[in-house]
């Protein structure tokens, strides 16, 4: 399962708790993947970031074990 509860900036003024890691991740990756006009043959744009941030935290907690 994905931890969703990790948080990319905590100690962000700005908003109280910070970002999700993995929304962190998957505005990463949707920058990319926009800036190749949204194409891909795996979904929408959207989902495509969110598999590719899910697998970016698996493949991270996988090397920190």
Known sequence: PIDNDRIAFPYN??????????????????TGLLANAGQTEYGSPAYVAFKSADAMIEERERRTK
């Open 13 to 30: 003024t700005v908003t109280n708790g910070g970002v999700s890691l993995r929304d962190y991740f998957a505005a990463a990756a949707l």
